[in-house]
């Protein structure tokens, strides 16, 4: 069963940025939409950015113009570059195909502070 590897995450201040990578376990990633999910405490999961095979892609709201998401499918690998970091970006980062999920991953924190 496929399984995701995330990394990248890190403690940085208000306006800097990070690029998280996620590594699958299988060359059939992808064929999949892939996408970065989040979740902070006391809070759902939720969607941040999605990619289709074919490379079409979609953002949350909150995100859009701030982070941008890619995949390198020889590499079996998905990124997540994000700007302008803001202190509501503070939370567990989590790659995924999208619904029906392969089991999560470990995540990576990603922590925004001054």
């Known amino acids: 069963q496929m399984r995701f590897v995330e990394s990248g995450g890190g403690l940085v201040q208000p306006g800097e940025s990070l690029r998280l990578s996620c590594v699958a376990s299988e060359s059939t990633a992808r064929t999949y939409t892939l996408g970065w999910y989040r979740q902070a405490p006391g809070r759902q999961r939720e969607l941040v950015a999605q990619i289709t095979w074919y490379r079409s892609t979609d953002y949350a709201e909150s995100v859009k113009g701030r982070f941008a998401i890619s995949r390198d499918d020889a590499k079996h690998t998905l990124y997540l570059q994000m700007n302008d970091l803001r202190n509501e970006d503070t939370a567990e980062y989590y790659c995924?195909?999208?619904?029906?999920?392969?089991?999560w991953g470990q995540g990576t924190q990603v922590t925004v502070s001054s």
């Open positions: 995924n195909r999208d619904a029906p999920f392969f089991p």
